[in-house]
């Protein structure tokens, strides 16, 4: 698992570099010592897990995700336990507070997850791969693969996940270039479907089919499409 320490104290990322070489599974591919920085760093690096201080010059560590398309595993690393309850809002793995112990690093690792599927293109979005969602008031990082409707909205987006319907301020054409083709499809100029939340397959008007989601939702595929699914699905 490729890591980014994202820390302002030298000292303290020397320290953290030392202690994960007790960890052959963390391969550590790059440092920042500010916020700024972190965000280009995480841009071109593209880790799977972020060692991140909350009190960062520039940018504090949640702008820095905040900041962010797609999100990779985060471990929070800090002085100060009064972010300890806002950090679970970013769905982090863990919250270390300095200084930081071997063996409460240990348990942090212990709860990564094993790298899951990822896209089969590097530019491109996978289910295994969140994204930061800012509704209003509201926030979540959502992972791909539980969202299982794009809707057009304009310039918008409307993202449907469990119980929440949010907007983001990106189009679904936008969306379409960064989503991985292989788990998301374009039924047609409103809406993208999660592929694996497809329930029932029907056939429809015109040669077009209906298509029914795991959510009890129905969406109708246009015929250009419909004859991409069906080929898709071998119908």
């Given amino acids: 698992m490729k890591a980014l320490l994202i820390e302002d104290s030298r000292l303290a990322r020397k320290e953290l570099r030392n202690m994960l070489m007790a960890f052959p599974q963390i391969e550590i591919i790059g440092e920042a010592a500010d ?12 880790p799977d897990l972020l060692f991140l201080d909350i009190q960062l010059p520039g940018k ?3 702008e820095v ?12 690393t800090t002085a100060f336990d009064e972010y300890a309850i806002r950090s679970f809002e970013y769905n982090t793995i863990d919250y270390l507070l300095k200084p930081i112990h071997e ?21 491109q979005l996978g289910p295994e791969d969140r994204i930061f969602v800012k509704d209003g008031e509201q926030c979540w990082f959502v992972y791909l693969r539980e969202i299982r409707l794009f809707e057009s909205m ?8 469990g119980k929440h319907q949010p907007l983001i ?12 083709s292989d788990s998301f499809f374009r ?5 993208i479907i999660n592929l694996k ?21 129905e969406v109708e595929v246009s015929r250009r499409q419909s004859n991409k699914l069906k080929a898709w699905f071998s119908l």
Avoid: C
């Fill in 187 to 191: 039924i047609n100029r409103q809406q």
């Fill in 65 to 76: 995700l905040e900041s962010l398309d797609a999100v990779p595993h985060v471990i929070f």
């Fill in 35 to 46: 916020g700024e920085e972190a965000v280009v760093q995480i841009e071109q690096l593209q």
């Fill in 197 to 217: 939340e497809i329930e029932g397959v029907a056939s429809w008007f015109n040669g077009k089919l209906r298509l029914r989601l795991k959510s009890g939702e």
């Fill in 154 to 161: 304009g310039n918008y987006t409307r993202l449907y996940f």
């Fill in 169 to 180: 301020q990106k189009s679904l054409n936008y969306l379409e270039d960064m989503l991985d």
């Fill in 103 to 123: 063996d409460r690093l240990a348990k942090a690792i212990d709860k990564l997850p094993q790298l899951g599927s990822t896209s089969s293109k590097r530019n």
């Fill in 60 to 62: 504090s560590g949640f």
